[in-house]
């Protein structure tokens, strides 16, 4: 073995990649602000040199984070070669793929009257159809899917928060977020749970203007039986299930909690879902996707 195939014990690599319009940029700024090294539209035939350069380096960097977009020339099977020739090496890698839904996707570039990278025809409905063909292999191997839909920039820099203070430290990071069905499924769910069965604090005149995180609502929603036999039944039932991922080499489960409106019955549940897990020594975080929406 070479020195160039001597497996790397210090560098910690991110790939970010994903759909064109679904938040890399921001994604990189995130990464940036947290300390990453962060090298931005890197054709992936240079990470394997980006690393090596990197582990050369006198100022000890571990963290490095490289962004890859379709604008590369061979920008598919060139990723796939450079995933597998990491994993050959030993070099600890991650790669997060940022998705969004056509319609999410128009929109924003539409509003900054850009032109999608594969949109021959000029309309960009056929350059973000023609994209998600290209990248459907790459998705397939991504350790982290973030569908950033109905995300603020202020979550996205959360959610990748969440990721990478996990990721270093735990085989499974879980991450709990509620969300209204009134506003969309979010698309990088492994798990729904639909607790619209659950009284609505909506339709309390006290509680209406509150959230699930206010101590009126949770009190309101955990009165019933119905909740209590619920969460018993759910934390039995992740007590099977997460072992059981973890065995598969998951290492990231998204568990959506959802209600109408996404403010009270779902806040209250994730927040008592998280907290239960994290009792058992689980790694969990706990985001609101819908929690400042007008219902």
């Known amino acids: 073995m070479n020195e160039s195939e001597k497996p790397s014990n210090r560098i910690q690599l991110l790939i970010v990649t994903g759909m064109s319009g679904a ?13 990453y090294y962060c ?3 890197l054709p992936p035939r240079f990470i394997l040199n980006l690393v090596e350069l990197l582990e050369m380096e006198s100022r000890n960097i571990m963290h490095v984070a490289a962004s890859c977009d379709v604008r590369s020339k ?20 991650k790669v997060i793929y940022l ?13 900054d009257r850009r032109r999608h990278p ?10 973000v159809k023609k994209e998600r063909r ?17 995300f603020e920039l202020y979550q996205l820099k959360e959610k990748i928060k969440s990721i990478v203070v996990g990721s270093d430290r735990y085989t499974l990071l879980i991450s709990v977020e509620s969300f209204g069905f009134k506003f969309g499924i979010p698309l990088d769910s492994d798990l729904i749970f639909d607790i619209r069965f659950l009284p609505n604090p909506y339709y309390e005149e006290n509680l209406k203007n509150l959230t699930g995180l206010d101590e009126e609502v949770k009190k309101f929603v955990m009165s019933f039986d119905d909740t209590k036999i619920f969460l018993e ?8 299930l997460i072992p059981r991922y973890e065995k598969e080499g998951k290492t990231h489960l998204v568990i959506s909690i959802g209600c109408t409106g996404g403010k009270h019955r779902s806040v209250v549940i994730s927040e008592e879902i998280a907290s239960r897990l994290r009792k058992k020594s689980f790694n969990v975080t706990v985001t609101h996707r819908d929690i400042a929406k007008e219902t």
């Open 233 to 240: 039944k759910t934390i039995d039932l992740l007590d099977f």
């Open 134 to 150: 290209v990248l459907e292999e790459v998705k397939s191997l991504a350790d982290y899917i973030i569908d950033t839909s109905n």
């Open 74 to 93: 061979d920008y598919f099977p060139e990723l796939l070669q450079v995933i597998a020739e990491l994993k050959k090496r030993g070099i600890a890698y």
């Open 23 to 35: 938040g890399r940029s921001e994604t990189m700024r995130a990464l940036e602000d947290i300390g």
């Open 118 to 127: 594969l949109s021959e025809s000029g309309k960009i409905i056929d350059g």
């Open 99 to 111: 998705e969004a839904e056509d319609e999410t996707l128009v929109k924003r570039f539409k509003k």
């Open 39 to 41: 090298v931005d539209n």
